[in-house]
C-alpha cells in the first residue's frame, strides 16, 4: 500500500493543539495548552452575529469578503496605524488567519523558493510552506529575551544564495510574546528592500501589547509595497471558534494572497463577517478593556508560575507565558507535558515543537492564560505541587 498521506504533509502529523486539548479532556485536567480563552468576547458582537444569521446574508459571501467588512478592516488600518487601503484591492478576508496566512505563502511562494521563519514559529507556518513546495530557512530566538537578531536574519537570506523570496514574522509573538521594536523592524526592512523580499505579518496580537507598543512593518519606509499583513478577530475579541481573519497590502501583493484563496474555500461565514465588521467599529475603551483584563491575566498566571519555582519569562503581548522546567528538574519539556497531566492535572505545550532545532527549545513550555482567575490560581496551586 502506498502512504496515504502525501510526503511533503508526513512529517506534520496532527497538530499539538488538537493533541494537548485531547489530552485534557481525556485527563480532566486545567488546559492551558491551546490557546482559546475560557469566556467569550463581547455579547454585542454576538448578538450582531445572531442577527445575521436570522436576517442575512446567509449566502456565498463575495471571494474578497463582505464589502462591509472590507470597508471596517480599511477603517480599522487607518484608525490604528494610520494606513490608507483602498477596500476593494488592498483587503481580502480569509477562514481566520490561518487561511490567510496559507493562501499568501501559496500565492506568492514557487516551489524551490524559501521563506525565513523565525523558531519558535506557529505550527501552520512550516506546513504551508511545504504545500507550497517551498523550503524554510530558520532563524532561532532564545532566552531570556527571545531577542530577533536581524544580522542573523541577513546571514540567512544570503545562505539562501537568491532562493529566499519571504520574510515571515510574528509580532507580538507566539509562543514567547515579545514584540519586535522599532529598531529590530528598520533593520528587518533594511534586508526586505536590499534583498527585495516580501514581508508577510502575522499581527494576530496586534491588540493584546500589555508592555511597549506594536509597530506594524508595513509602516516603515519601502515596506507598504512590499508587505502583507495577516491579522484576525479570534484573538484580540476573545472568538477563536469564529475564524475571520484578513490580508492586506499593495493590490498586487493581495492579488497574489486572492487568487490562491478563491480555490481554497472561496469565501467564508457571511454572518460572522456581518459581525466582525460592527467588533472592528467599536470603542478604543472596547479594545483598551479586553488588553486590560488580559493583562491581569497574564500578571496573574505568571506571579503563579514564579510561586510555583518555574522561571517565567513574562510576555509582554500576546496569549502565553513560557517557562523553564529546567528549574524544577526537568530536563526534557516534552516528555514534562505528556507527563502533566497525570502529575498535575494541567496541560501545557513544550516549545520544543515549534523548533526545527529541538535543542533551542529543550526545557521550555508555553502556558495559555485568557482563562478565568479561579482557573489560573487553581492551575499554579497544582504546578507548586510539583516541586515540593
Ligand atoms: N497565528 C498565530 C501566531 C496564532 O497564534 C494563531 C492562533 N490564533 C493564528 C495565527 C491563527 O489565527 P486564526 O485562529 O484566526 O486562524
Ligand atoms: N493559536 C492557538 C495556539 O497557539 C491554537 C490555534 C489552533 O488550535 N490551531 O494555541
Request: with cysteine; hydrophobic share 45%; charged share 20%.
Amino acid at each position: 500500500m502506498p502512504h496515504a498521506t502525501a510526503a511533503r504533509l508526513r512529517p506534520f502529523g496532527t497538530t499539538i493543539f488538537a493533541e494537548m486539548t485531547a489530552l485534557a479532556a481525556r485527563t480532566g485536567a486545567i488546559n492551558l495548552g491551546q490557546g482559546f480563552p475560557d469566556e467569550d468576547g463581547p455579547v454585542e458582537i454576538r448578538r450582531a452575529a445572531a442577527d445575521a444569521l436570522l436576517a442575512g446574508p446567509n449566502q456565498y459571501a463575495p471571494a474578497r469578503g463582505l464589502p462591509v467588512l472590507c470597508e471596517a478592516i480599511a477603517a480599522h488600518a487607518a484608525r490604528f496605524h494610520g494606513t490608507t487601503l483602498d477596500p476593494e484591492t488592498q483587503v481580502q478576508v480569509t477562514v481566520g488567519a490561518t487561511e490567510g496566512i496559507a493562501a499568501s505563502l501559496l500565492g506568492l511562494l514557487d516551489p524551490g523558493d524559501e521563506v525565513i521563519l523565525v523558531e519558535p514559529y506557529y505550527d501552520s507556518y512550516a506546513a504551508i510552506v511545504a504545500m507550497a513546495g517551498a523550503t524554510r530557512r530558520t532563524v532561532g530566538v532564545r532566552p531570556p529575551h527571545f531577542a530577533l537578531d536581524p544580522d542573523e536574519v541577513e546571514a540567512a537570506v544570503v545562505a539562501s544564495g537568491g532562493r529566499a523570496r519571504v520574510l515571515l514574522l510574528n509580532s507580538p509573538h507566539n509562543p514567547t510574546g515579545t514584540v519586535l521594536g522599532r529598531e529590530t523592524l528598520e533593520a528587518l526592512a533594511r534586508i526586505c528592500r536590499e534583498h527585495d523580499l516580501v514581508a508577510v505579518c502575522d499581527d494576530v496580537y496586534e491588540h493584546l501589547v500589555y508592555d511597549g507598543e506594536h509597530v506594524p512593518l508595513h509602516t516603515l519606509e519601502g515596506m507598504a509595497e512590499r508587505t502583507l499583513t495577516v491579522s484576525s478577530v479570534g484573538k484580540t475579541f476573545a472568538l477563536t471558534g469564529w475564524k475571520v481573519g484578513w490580508v492586506t497590502g499593495p493590490p498586487d501583493l493581495v492579488a497574489a494572497a486572492a487568487t490562491a484563496k478563491q480555490f481554497l474555500t472561496f469565501s467564508g461565514h457571511g454572518p460572522l463577517q456581518q459581525a466582525v465588521a460592527l467588533a472592528l467599529g467599536l470603542s478604543d475603551g472596547t479594545y483598551a478593556a479586553t488588553r486590560d483584563t488580559l493583562r491581569a491575566k497574564r500578571d496573574r498566571l505568571c506571579a503563579g508560575l514564579e510561586s510555583a519555582g518555574l522561571t517565567t519569562f513574562v510576555p509582554a503581548a500576546g496569549y502565553f507565558a513560557v517557562v523553564d522546567v529546567a528549574s524544577i528538574g526537568e530536563a526534557d519539556g516534552h516528555a514534562f507535558c505528556l507527563a502533566l497531566p497525570e502529575r498535575a492535572g494541567v496541560v501545557g505545550v513544550p516549545v520544543s515543537v515549534f523548533c526545527d532545532d529541538p535543542e533551542l527549545a529543550r526545557t521550555l513550555v508555553r502556558f495559555a492564560f485568557p482563562k478565568r482567575e479561579a482557573v489560573i490560581d487553581e492551575a499554579a496551586s497544582r504546578l507548586a505541587g510539583l516541586a515540593r
